[in-house]
């Protein structure tokens, strides 16, 4: 079973930066593309930016230029580096992928934007 446990999150000044991490175990974690999601309240939950494990990106318009996802195959871990945030990027965060045709999520990590 894949457990996925994701940290970095907290209050942050509008421009500020965070950097997310997702550490995965319970799989062969550079096997599976990695994705981070995110969900506001009263909102459903949206994609925020994904990876393969050619290392192909790809990311929200609503994020591209701000955001940057990553993995390091070696440590088991994918991060979101987050840079100029905004309100709106206020939201939980979770890891996401999926092994076999099972779905795995992390707990969730929350990331606020506020003066």
């Known amino acids: 079973q894949v457990q996925l446990v994701e940290s970095g999150g907290g209050l942050v000044q509008p421009g500020g930066s965070l950097r997310l991490s997702c550490a995965a175990s319970?799989?062969?974690?550079?096997?599976?593309?990695m994705a981070w999601y995110r969900q506001a309240p009263g909102k459903q939950r949206e994609l925020v930016a994904a990876?393969?494990?050619?290392?192909?990106?790809d990311y929200a318009d609503s994020v591209k230029g701000r955001f940057t996802i990553s993995r390091d195959n070696a440590k088991n871990t994918v991060y979101l580096q987050m840079n100029s945030l905004k309100p709106e990027d206020t939201a939980v965060y979770y890891c996401?992928?999926?092994?076999?045709?099972?779905?795995?999520w992390g707990q969730g990590t929350q990331v606020t934007v506020s003066s």
């Open positions: 996401n992928t999926v092994v076999r045709g099972i779905v795995s």
């Open positions: 990876i393969t494990t050619s290392v192909r990106t």
């Open positions: 319970g799989t062969i974690f550079s096997l599976y593309n």
